[in-house]
C-alpha cells in the first residue's frame, strides 16, 4: 500500500555562535506553530510525520532526514518536505545560478543551500509524489540546480545560469510552492507565516485540500 509521509520543519531562532551573533528570531516568532498547524492538516489524512524544531533543525538533521527519506519511499508514494524559517542567499559555488547566489534554508547552525536540496530529492525514485512548501524568505527555487538553455537559441525565458552544468535529473515528480520569488522576502507574524496561514485557509476553502487529495489519488492508484 502506498505511503503518506512529511518532514516539517520549523525554526523559531538559530544557534548565534554560527551565525555571528545573529539569534534568528526576529520574523519566526510563529515557525513552530506553523508546523504545528501542517500537522494538524496531515494527521487527519494518515500522513506518518516527522518533526524538527528550532534546536533539532540542523543542517544534518534535516538532509539526514530527506535522504532517509528518499530510501525508503516507492512508486505511488507522497512525500511532504515544509520549511517554515529564514530562507537566504549565499555566493553560488558553482556557477549554475544566473544572478550569481544560491537560496539557502537557514538551519539551527548553518544554511542549507538549494544545490544539497535538489542533491538530496534527486534520490527519490521516480513515480514518488513530493511536494515541497517553503515559508521563508528567497524560496522561489530553494529547491533545485538550475540550468542554461543555449544562447543561439530563441527561448521564452532567460537562461538561468551563467554557465552549463552537468545536472542529475529528478526522477519524482515535484511540485514546489514558495512564500515569495527570490530576492524577496516572506512575511512572518506571531500566528504563524503568511505564507502558511493562507495555506490554512485554502485548505479550509477546499482549494489546497484538492490539491493533496490529487496527490493522494495518484499515489494510491
Known amino acids: ?48 510525520i516527522q518533526t524538527l524544531k528550532t534546536e533539532e533543525a540542523t543542517h544534518e ?10 530510501e525508503s519511499r516507492v ?3 507522497i512525500f511532504i518536505f515544509y520549511y517554515s524559517g529564514h530562507g537566504g542567499q549565499q555566493p553560488d559555488r558553482n556557477g549554475d545560478e544566473l544572478d550569481g547566489k544560491d537560496e539557502t534554508l537557514v538551519a539551527y547552525c548553518r544554511q542549507i543551500i538549494d544545490d544539497e536540496i535538489h542533491e538530496a530529492l534527486t534520490k527519490f525514485e521516480s513515480g514518488v509524489h513530493i511536494i515541497m512548501l517553503s515559508d521563508s524568505c528567497n524560496s522561489g527555487t530553494n529547491y533545485r540546480g538550475r540550468r542554461t538553455v543555449p544562447v543561439n537559441e530563441e ?3 532567460r537562461p538561468v545560469a551563467r554557465k552549463a552544468q552537468k545536472a542529475v535529473d529528478m526522477k519524482a515528480q515535484l511540485i514546489h510552492l514558495g512564500g515569495c520569488c527570490d530576492g524577496f522576502g516572506s512575511a512572518g507574524y506571531q500566528k ?4 502558511t496561514m493562507a495555506l490554512c485557509d485554502a485548505w479550509a476553502m477546499v482549494h489546497f485540500r484538492e490539491l493533496l487529495r490529487t496527490c493522494t489519488v495518484r499515489s494510491v492508484s
Open 1 to 48: 500500500m502506498a505511503k503518506a509521509s512529511a518532514l516539517l520543519v520549523g525554526l523559531k531562532s538559530v544557534n548565534p555562535a554560527c551565525y555571528d551573533g545573529w539569534d534568528g528570531t526576529g520574523g519566526c516568532w510563529g515557525c513552530e506553530l506553523d508546523v504545528d498547524n501542517m500537522a494538524r492538516i496531515l494527521e487527519p489524512l494518515g500522513y506518518q
Open 61 to 70: 538533521a534535516i538532509l539526514s532526514s530527506l535522504h532517509r527519506a528518499a
Open 75 to 77: 512508486a505511488g508514494d
Open 155 to 157: 527561448a521564452i525565458f
Open 192 to 195: 504563524g507565516g503568511a505564507f
